[in-house]
């Protein structure tokens, strides 16, 4: 599967944007997805996950409550709400698919070339 994230850009603190991660493939539904991001100097780090059938998700503590990963498998995509934005949460975002959930970035085989979210304070 070929995965293309898109959605970045430059968002004042506080503001909104909402990431797609567009799939191509008919067997999109069959795989988790993954949102990760990496700031400059930094490791990439998990962000969310979804479950195939979108039931299941999980946050990385630090966006709990603040984004949102959902997917529309008619559409061949997933995206991440992000609201609330904070200087921190500057980096390029990527997608990833796996077999299941789980935060490692190591556990996910197929990833999308990263949009970049810069948020001004």
């Known amino acids: 599967v070929q995965l293309q994230a898109s959605g970045g850009g430059l968002v004042q603190a506080g503001g909104s944007l909402k990431l797609s991660c567009a799939a191509s493939?008919?067997?999109?539904?069959?795989?988790?997805v993954g949102w990760f991001r990496q700031a400059p100097g930094k490791e990439r780090e998990f962000v969310a996950a979804?479950?195939?059938?979108?039931?299941?998700?999980n946050y990385a503590d630090s966006v709990k409550g603040r984004f949102t990963i959902s997917r529309d498998n008619a559409k061949n995509t997933a995206y991440l709400q992000m609201n609330s934005l904070k200087s921190e949460d500057t980096a390029v975002y990527y997608c990833?698919?796996?077999?299941?959930?789980?935060?490692?970035?190591?556990?996910?085989?197929?990833w999308g070339q990263g949009t970049l979210v810069t948020v001004s304070s």
């Open positions: 979804i479950s195939r059938a979108g039931k299941t998700t």
């Open positions: 493939g008919r067997t999109f539904s069959s795989y988790v």
């Open positions: 990833a698919t796996n077999w299941m959930i789980t935060s490692s970035a190591y556990e996910y085989n197929y």
